[in-house]
């Protein structure tokens, strides 16, 4: 598990390379498959979506639209502990992402001038829910609620279909209960391109959302350039735990594995300040590994995951807020105070009992993140991703010759003329008065 160690004072510049040289040439070459896909898509719509979901997946799904009836009868079947488990955690998120919500305003007039402040909902967005190698009902959730808080209108989602061509029930059952309006048998980069451009039967979407490999990562970026909103970027899963001699050894492995089992192109970094914790996490990485029922996919993750020795915890917080990691543990005696200074990460993990997991399920917080550093310019998934805020202004007679002259100077100073006079015409109306 432990591919390289730098002991002494951290060589970050070795680090660093070690995760461009795993990243750089697989970028390009998703990039240009992606692209290809995509204009497909646009060009000939379903018919190109449907033969890469055949390509790629295996087989055409038994529908390309998910009726009704299959959704409420995936519900009424499902397994009464599952369905629990999903209300807790509807419960814990809805409670986090209701305290996000914020209120229009309105100004009182002064000065003749009134300003406000109103927030919407968008229209239609599209999440897209990952299916693959392991189904994920709960980035139903992570995503779903926040957008019906938001007062969106309408919630067009798309996931792969199983090998057999039958939808997951348990994705549709977390689509039941967060009440997603419609539901496409798709998946990967031409899922994207559809809810992008739309086609004869997918619905073109404003915003879309949720995470994915990284050719989905391609695609969501790659279609915001010039055509459609999304969330961030959120590609293949990454945690860095950071852990000193106080931490327990077998959580540390557990949280590490928590990540490898994602996919093999999961990201895994290990950072401590005790060559000791480094040797007895391996240990225990490879003991829990040989029990798991994704052993082989985790194994391949952490082929290309990293552990690195420090000198001491600065150099440890430096390292972090250099990576930017997307989960971030703290394990260490004094976890808080080291807290205060992460500057960038997706969600931080404080203490050995916060496991990772706590915020992928159930704890509240969302689960969707930024990741491959992503974490220095963007925050994890909330409300005013879901949301458009739109400014009011109303000048009254007053209003105008109290900001008019600095309009008119501001105006002349940028040699935009028509903009000066815009406001000139109107106080001169108001002179001749």
Do not use: W
């Amino acid at each position: 598990m432990i591919r390289k160690i730098f002991a002494n004072g951290t060589d970050e510049n070795a680090f660093f390379k070690e995760l461009e040289k795993r990243n750089g040439e697989t970028d390009k070459k998703v990039t240009e498959i992606v692209n290809g896909i995509i204009e497909d898509v646009r060009e000939n719509g379903d018919s190109a979506v449907n033969k890469y979901t055949e390509k790629f997946d295996g087989k055409l799904p038994q529908y390309f639209e998910v009726p009704r009836e299959v959704i409420n009868d995936a519900l009424t079947e499902a397994d009464q502990k599952f369905v629990d488990a999903l209300l807790n955690s509807m419960e814990n998120i809805t409670d986090f992402h209701k305290r996000q919500v914020e209120q229009g305003f309105i100004t009182p007039k002064e000065n003749g001038v009134i300003l406000g402040q109103r927030i919407r909902g968008l229209e239609r967005v599209g999440l897209y829910v990952p299916g693959g190698t392991a189904a994920y009902p709960s980035s139903v959730l992570m995503n779903a609620i926040p957008a019906k808080i938001a007062g969106v209108k309408e919630i067009i989602m798309v996931t792969p279909p199983l090998k057999d061509g039958t939808p997951n029930k348990d994705i549709l059952v977390a689509a039941a209960v967060c009440g997603v309006d419609r539901i496409f048998l798709s998946g990967g980069a031409q899922a994207v391109a559809a809810l992008a451009y739309g086609t004869e039967s997918i619905p073109k979407v404003d915003k879309i959302f949720g995470p994915g490999n990284q050719y989905v990562m391609a695609a969501k970026q790659l279609v915001s350039l010039s055509d459609v909103a999304i969330d961030m970027p959120a590609g293949p899963s990454e945690v860095e735990v950071l852990a000193d001699e106080t931490a327990n050894p077998s959580f540390v492995a557990a949280d590490l594995l928590s990540q490898a089992e994602h996919g093999a192109d999961s990201q895994v970094v290990l950072i401590s300040t005790s060559r000791e914790m480094l040797k007895a996490v391996q240990s225990e990485v490879e003991r829990q590994l040989e029990t798991l029922p994704r052993k082989e996919i985790a194994a391949k993750a952490l082929s290309h995951s990293l552990a690195v020795l420090v000198k001491d915890i600065n150099d440890a917080i430096s390292v972090t807020n250099d990576y930017a990691p997307e989960h971030l543990v703290i394990a260490v005696k004094n976890y808080r105070e080291v807290a205060k200074h992460i500057r960038h990460a997706g969600s931080v993990f404080l203490g050995s009992y916060s496991c990772e997991s706590a915020g992928d399920y159930a704890s509240g917080t969302n689960h969707t993140l930024p990741t491959k550093g992503y974490a220095r310019a963007y925050g994890g998934l909330c409300l005013d991703c879901f949301v458009r805020k739109m400014t009011l202004q109303e000048l009254s007679p007053e209003g105008v010759r109290e900001i008019g002259p600095a309009v008119m100077a501001m105006a002349a100073g940028e040699q935009l003329e028509a903009h000066k006079r815009a406001m000139e015409i109107r106080l001169d109306s108001l002179k001749q008065k």
